[in-house]
């Protein structure tokens, strides 16, 4: 079938809206119709040609929602007319990674998924006969797209598609790097780095967890008003900090961070998010993604004395499973997703989602199909 996708043909190019040709859904695979994607710094990220496993020609777009329209031979979790998030972390199920209790990181289809492919190897999209490439198996800058079925968390119909697509990557990536990978406990002092789509759902997923100080640290001192409303309780530009940061961080949450978060990719910030940990139980938590050839460093002696650095992808969430259950929770009003989309646009205007990401005048647009 033909469909209506935004292309990256190369590395810093703008996307081409183009119209592209889609082959249906093979063995445990599923058509959905796209109804709303968000934007988010990884596809900008893959676009800037730093992502290691970047290819081109590529339909990026990760963070979706929509309807199934049909399934493939095999398909037994979904049907057709059910309303899913496209999932770029699947969970099989099956797998010894699924099956272990401490990650959330299926390695069924992870091989295919890095080389722009379908699990059996082959592209569903071309243009003209030429390949295009799938994205973190997802492709969701398209108004249809082909999954695996492992790769749909299957959500409740009433669930608005241009909120609930944020819950695809932001929202989940967010709050799950708070309750399922660091475990905040209440009355933690928790410091926040970049506080962007996700760092402000790492801020909100704080407050659900009862945190006592939340600050919040970003060079934009245009995020801190939206940051206040989930939740922070302090904000710092480094720009205006006199001396050293991390002593400032340090001496604001009483001696170091319970748990730190880096949500910028940027790799100094990442040290200063660990060594502003408390001695001899902070931990600090990577969620910002750093470009080929990056590298993280810091004194082995901050580990030594007891701080600890670890990684979060999708927030730790294990998306057939705990998807559904995100979305509740903002149904319920639990959770806040409406302030954080500051734009909504069609897939035509795709290419200024990606101009006001850059020029700090976003926290999320959404395309809508
Ligand atoms: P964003 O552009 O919305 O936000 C980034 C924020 O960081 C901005 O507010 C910016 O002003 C701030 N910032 C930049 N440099 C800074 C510095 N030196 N000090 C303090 N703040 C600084 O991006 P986003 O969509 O929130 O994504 C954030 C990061 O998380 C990206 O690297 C993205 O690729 C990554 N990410 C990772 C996962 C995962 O599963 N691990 C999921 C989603 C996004
Ligand atoms: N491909 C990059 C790494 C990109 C990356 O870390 N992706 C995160 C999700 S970011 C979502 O916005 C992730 O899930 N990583 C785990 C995985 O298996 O990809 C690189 O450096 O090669
Ligand atoms: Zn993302």
Known sequence: MDVRAAVAYKAGDPLVIETVQLDGPRDGEVLVEIMATGVCHTDAFTLSGDDPEGLFPAILGHEGAGIVRAVGKGVTSVKEGDHVIPLYTPECRECDYCLHPKTNLCQAIRETQGQGLMPDGTSRFSINGEKIHHYMGTSTFSNFTVLPEIAVAKIREDAPFDKVCYIGCGVTTGIGAVIHTAGVEIGSNVVVFGLGGIGLNVIQGARLAGANKIVGVDINPNKRALAEAYGMTHFVNPKEVEGDLVPYLVSLT????????????????????????????????????AGAGQEISTRPFQLVTGRSWRGTAFGGARGRTDVPKIVDWYMDGKIDIDQMITHVMPLDEINNAFDLMHEGKSIRSVITF
């Open 254 to 289: 009483d001696g170091g961070a319970d748990y730190s978060f880096d949500a910028t990719g940027n790799v100094n910030v990442m040290r200063d998010a660990l060594e502003c940990c408390h001695k001899g139980w902070g931990e600090s938590i990577i969620i910002g993604v």
